[in-house]
C-alpha cells in the first residue's frame, strides 16, 4: 500500500545556501517511502522545476509546485509587541551560541554578528523576514507564480528578494480567488510569529488580510514540528488556532535534505549564509529530522501535536486536509504546464 503522506513543503539544492539534496534525490526518497505525490517549495524561486518533473515522470510520483518566498513585513497590531520566539523554519538565529536551545533567548541581546559573520537575512529586529508557501493548483496558478517571483526580483534588492501582499496581490490575487494558488502560513510568517508570542488577535489581523487578497479558500494555516524543545506546544496552539477561526490546516515537516544523514551538509550551507565559522557555537538546529519523513515518522508527529492541543481525532484530520490539498496541487508537468513542450514568445512580447 502506497504512503499517503504528502510533503507540501520542501526545499532542495536550488534554494540556495538553504536546501541540500537535488530534486532527484528528494524523489527518490519518497519512492522509497511509497509516496505518490511530492512537492517542490524552493526559497525564492521555481529553479528546480524542471529538474523536479523530469525525476517525478521517472518515478511514477506526481509532482506538486510552489514556492517559499519572504515578504515585507505587514502594517498591523503584531508590531510593537513582544519578540517572536525563534522556529527552525526561521533559518539560523541572530547571535545563537553553543548550548542554547532554539526556545531559548542565549544570545539574543547580541547586536552584532559573532566575529567575521554578517546577518545577510535579518532586517531591523533581528529577525529573518517573514517567510510564506505558495503553491500552484493548476495551470493558471504556475503561471502566477512564476509571474510573481519575477516581479519579486525586480522590485527588490539584486540578491535579496522580499515580495509584499501588494504584488502577491497584483500576480497571484486573480488565480487565488479562482481556486489556482494557495498560501500556507506556517511558523515563519506573520501569523505564526503573532501566534507564537500568544498574539491570536494579531494572528486573525493577518489571517485576514491575507483572505482579502487571495480568497477564504486558498490560505491555509501550516501546522509544523521539528520536535524540538517547544515544538509540539507551539504547534498545537496553531492547530487550535485554525480550528477557532475556522481555517484549514495542513501539516509539514519543513523539509531541507532527504535524509537525516543530510543535516551536516545544512550545517555548511548555514555557515555559508551567515558567514561564520562552521563550528559549534554557530550550529542552531536541535536534531536532523527536517528530512524527507514517512507518513508513519509525520503521524506520530501530528498525534504528539493532537495529544497538546487536546482536540480529538485532530492528528488524522490534519493528515487527511494535508491530502486533500495536496490532490488539488497536483498537476500534469506536460498538459498542464507544458514542460518538454516547445515553446514561442508571445506576439506582444517579441
Partial sequence: ???????????????????????????????????????????????????FAQACTRAGIRPVFGVDLAVRPLAGPAQGGPRPAWHPSQGPRRGSSAGSS???????????PARGGAFL??????????????LARDGRGWAALCRLVSATHLAGERGVPVTSLELVAEHAGSAAQAGSVAVLLGPGSELGRALAVRRPDAAKAHLDRWREVLGRDSVLVEVVSHRAQGDAARAARAVGFAAEVRAPA???????YADRSDAPTADVLDAARRLVALDTRHVVRANAVACLKSGKEMLEVAEEVARYSGLTDVGRGLLARTRS??????????????????????LEVS
Wanted: net charge negative; glycine share 10%; aromatic share 4%.
Fill in 1 to 51: 500500500m502506497s504512503d499517503p503522506f504528502v510533503h507540501l513543503h520542501v526545499a532542495s539544492g536550488y534554494s540556495l545556501r538553504h536546501g541540500a539534496s537535488h530534486p532527484s534525490a528528494l524523489v527518490e526518497r519518497a519512492a522509497d517511502h511509497g509516496m505518490d505525490t511530492l512537492a517542490l517549495t524552493d526559497r525564492d524561486g521555481m529553479y528546480g522545476a524542471v529538474k
Fill in 102 to 112: 532554539p526556545g531559548s533567548s542565549a544570545g539574543s541581546s547580541r547586536q552584532s
Fill in 121 to 134: 537575512d535579518r532586517g531591523a529586529d533581528g529577525l529573518p523576514p517573514p517567510r510564506v508557501v505558495l
Fill in 250 to 256: 495542513v501539516l509539514a515537516n519543513v523539509v531541507r
Fill in 325 to 346: 490539498e495536496a490532490e488539488r496541487c497536483a498537476v500534469d508537468p506536460r498538459a498542464d504546464l507544458g514542460i518538454g513542450e516547445v515553446h514561442f514568445p508571445e
